[in-house]
């Protein structure tokens, strides 16, 4: 066979840039979303953000943006993109004709922070301003009546403290990086070292310096006033906790000739002890969540508003657009396609949020049982089941509900909090994975401390209520919720 030249027509379905730029958007969090405006704004000079009190060409109201809302009405997110995507093609460059169009995004305008206002203090700042645990422990240092040397060996063991304050290395370990004023007999360094040790334990907060969480109890109940309690503690911590943990007071009890009472008041001054006496001054890893919505109840359904405080306020740069209109004539050049990139911007920024709003306002009407009612009113909901409601492919839902958060009376929750497995009852329904780890912790919350619910019976006690479940899944479900098993709940 010889080759050849063959014309075929067909139709396909294409990505345009427009489509590739709008689902990219709907998938980032408010965060990420944030980062990818703000290298637009630097990369496009015709976008612009929006400031309070301006008026821009191109301004967008919250009445428009509800118009628009309504007059889309249940098309979906795909026909969107593919109709705009025509449109801008088949319109060209020619701008001057969306004169009359809102080309901001929408959003509610941000008052400037007061920099003298110190209830508005950026959290960062507070937290970098707090002290140390290297400088705490070396100001109590400066002030001791130690000679120069067992300072700096002191100093020394501070440096190889722990976040949680605890001596990971052993005094051999040390010896070999210890610095060459130090150097000597290893048995000595290891002599000063000890000693130096002792010097840093006397120090604030107590436990500080221990070598294991046993120590660090110890240098803490130590440090205590002398009392029945105390000493019982002491006892417990140096040869039975282990046995603490596990719960096997019997044994405890034989081995120390104990009565309930003072075991139990031993427990207790134990559980006030702190085993990471070093936590407190290290620096917290703060991370804020800007919910993507507001539940509200009013006139008794709740209904979803878009938090306006994370919606950017896009528009067209006046100075720019002017120009454009002006060079129209020569094509406009560079200019005319970042106009289209701003276009296509500010629109999709505004579909992503109305994509979400719908959703949002989907899930809510399914799980209006929750809000009113919290955890154990979750019913089972699927991605499918939000899909055909709001005329969108699984895959954008799922997109949607990906780190986008919702805010209500019960507290903030991810989108994709409200859907999960399902179980089967004895009337032939379902009943929610969530719903069931909320009636677990229920049970458990309000058991006898001396008899606790093994698995088996909590799966009993849900099977009385209709929700068949066997003991293994309950057991799953209980190391989620971080619930010890039987044996660790026993109390005295």
């Excluded at 109940?221 to 019982?232: I, K």
């Excluded at 009013?298 to 306006?308: A, C, D, E, I, K």
């Excluded at 919606?311 to 740069?317: G, H």
């Amino acid at each position: 066979m010889k080759p050849t030249l063959q014309l075929r027509l067909s139709q396909h379905l294409a990505l345009t840039p427009q489509l590739q730029q709008s689902i990219r958007l709907l998938q980032l969090s408010s965060l990420e979303l944030n980062q990818e405006i703000e290298q637009a704004l630097q990369e496009n000079p015709l976008l612009e953000r929006e400031e309070p009190g301006d008026v821009g060409v191109f301004s967008t109201t919250n009445d428009a943006l509800s118009h628009r809302n309504d007059e889309q009405g249940n098309n979906t997110s795909e026909q969107r993109d593919a109709q705009e995507s025509r449109d801008s093609q088949e319109s060209g460059n020619d701008w001057s004709q969306d004169e009359g169009h809102d080309w901001s995004g929408s959003g509610s305008t941000r008052t400037p922070r007061d920099p003298n206002d110190e209830s508005e203090a950026d959290a960062g700042e507070l937290q970098a301003a707090a002290i140390s645990l290297r400088d705490h422990m070396i100001e109590q240092l400066a002030l001791t009546q130690l000679s120069h040397r067992e300072r700096m060996l002191v100093a020394f063991l501070v440096e190889a403290l722990s976040d949680d304050g605890y001596l990971a290395q052993t005094l051999e370990e040390l010896v070999e990086v210890v610095p060459e004023e130090f150097y000597g007999e290893p048995d000595e360094v290891i002599d000063d070292l000890q000693i130096a040790l002792k010097h840093l334990q006397s120090l604030d907060p107590p436990g500080i310096g221990a070598r294991n969480p046993r120590e660090c109890l110890l240098l803490q109940l130590l440090n205590l006033q002398p009392s029945p309690t105390q000493a019982l503690a002491v006892a417990i911590v140096k040869d039975h906790l282990e046995q603490l943990a596990n719960r096997d007071y019997v044994r405890i009890r034989k081995a120390l000739g104990c009565e309930d009472e003072a075991l139990r008041q031993a427990q207790e001054l134990i559980r006030s002890l702190n085993p990471r006496p070093g936590a407190q001054f290290s620096p917290m890893d703060t991370r804020y969540i800007v919910p993507d919505v507001f539940v509200r109840k009013h006139r008794g359904s709740w209904t979803v508003q878009l938090n306006q405080e994370a919606m950017p306020r896009l528009r067209i740069n006046r100075l720019y657009a002017d120009l454009l209109r002006r060079q129209r004539s020569n094509g406009g050049g560079n200019l005319s396609g970042q106009l289209q990139e701003a276009k296509w911007l500010i629109k999709n920024v505004q579909q992503r949020f109305d994509t979400i709003a719908r959703v949002s306002q989907a899930i809510v009407d399914r799980q209006r049982a929750f809000f009113d009612h919290g955890e154990v009113a979750m019913r089972p909901l699927t991605l499918r089941e939000i899909a055909d409601t709001v005329e969108l492919h699984e895959s954008t839902i799922s997109r949607v509900t990906t780190q986008k958060y919702l805010a209500s009376p019960r507290g903030v929750y991810e989108l994709k909090y409200f859907f999960g497995s399902h179980v089967a009852t004895d009337t032939g329904g379902a009943a929610s994975s969530t719903a069931i780890r909320a009636l677990i912790k229920q049970l458990v919350s309000v058991e006898d401390g001396h008899k606790p619910l093994s698995d088996a019976k909590i799966a009993e006690v849900l099977g009385e209520q209709g929700i068949v479940v066997a003991r293994r899944t309950v057991a799953k479900y209980r190391e989620s919720l971080n619930i010890p098993p039987v044996n660790l709940r026993k109390a005295l």
